[in-house]
């Protein structure tokens, strides 16, 4: 089951498919937190990103095609993994003996410590968001932290 953050103002109606529509987001209202081309097509350029609403703090992943823009409110595990893939690291646990999750070069890596001795094991992402959820209230601490 997906979860996702109650919009509290109107980003909300962003979400769906425009056919024949290439969205252009308003800078007052959207913050572009990624944005990737994806090749250009005699002066159109396909991209796909994710913003976040400046009112109410949602998140969303989008894809601009030549032809149509699907947007999609992200889940809060996607917006966790989202962050590991920019590069941010989340420990659970603590003493001599816990576990970081990192994403790097695309692969989600768990590392464990264990009175000082590490191991890198890598880890679908399955199990990554297996993970999250179930320290669920953890990784929204870190996200919160991770958005100051």
């Not at 179930?134 to 990784?139: H, N």
Request: hydrophobic residues 35%; aromatic residues 8%; negative net charge.
């Amino acid at each position: 089951m997906i979860e996702r953050m109650a919009a509290s103002c109107g980003c909300a109606g962003w979400e769906g498919t425009e056919p024949h529509h290439v969205a252009s987001f308003p800078d007052a209202q959207f913050e572009t937190l990624q944005r990737e081309d994806l090749g250009d097509h005699h002066g159109a350029i396909p991209h796909r990103g994710r913003l976040r609403c400046r009112t109410c703090g949602s998140t969303f992943g989008y894809r601009s095609e030549l032809s149509s823009t699907n947007v999609t409110r992200e889940s809060e595990i996607d917006r966790v993994i989202a962050a590991l893939r920019e590069g941010k690291r989340a420990q659970v646990g603590g003493g001599r003996c816990f576990k970081t999750y990192v994403i790097e070069d695309g692969q989600p890596i768990m590392i464990t410590s264990d009175d000082g001795f590490t191991e890198e094991i890598p880890i679908t992402e399955a199990r990554l968001r297996e993970a999250i959820a179930v320290d669920r209230s953890l990784f929204l601490d870190y996200l919160r932290v991770w958005q100051r």
